[in-house]
């Protein structure tokens, strides 16, 4: 199980490689880039439009808020998709 961090403002999905310090740009490329049972945690600093067609149910993902500036993460579930 992997973390995986999404930030649209400062996000990169050519140079992003997920990680907090050189997240991804979409919640496209981190539902690519994930396997099951990943952690994606989206960041509170612009919304995520997602523009393309995405099947959740294939992937065992749970989505969570990080809060980009003070660098923590919430244990708060987003939502769990399956």
Avoid: C, Q
Avoid at 36 to 52: E, F, K
Wanted: no cysteine.
């Amino acid at each position: 199980m992997a973390d995986i961090y999404v930030d649209y403002s400062t996000g990169d999905d050519g140079t992003g490689d997920g990680s907090s310090g050189n997240p991804y740009k979409t919640i496209a490329t981190a539902y690519t880039n994930a396997t099951t049972g990943d952690n994606v945690y989206l960041s509170d600093t612009a919304g995520h439009p997602v523009t393309t067609s995405l099947d959740f149910s294939t992937k065992n993902l749970t989505f969570y808020n990080w809060v980009v500036a003070t660098a923590t993460r919430s244990d708060a579930r987003i939502e769990r998709l399956k």
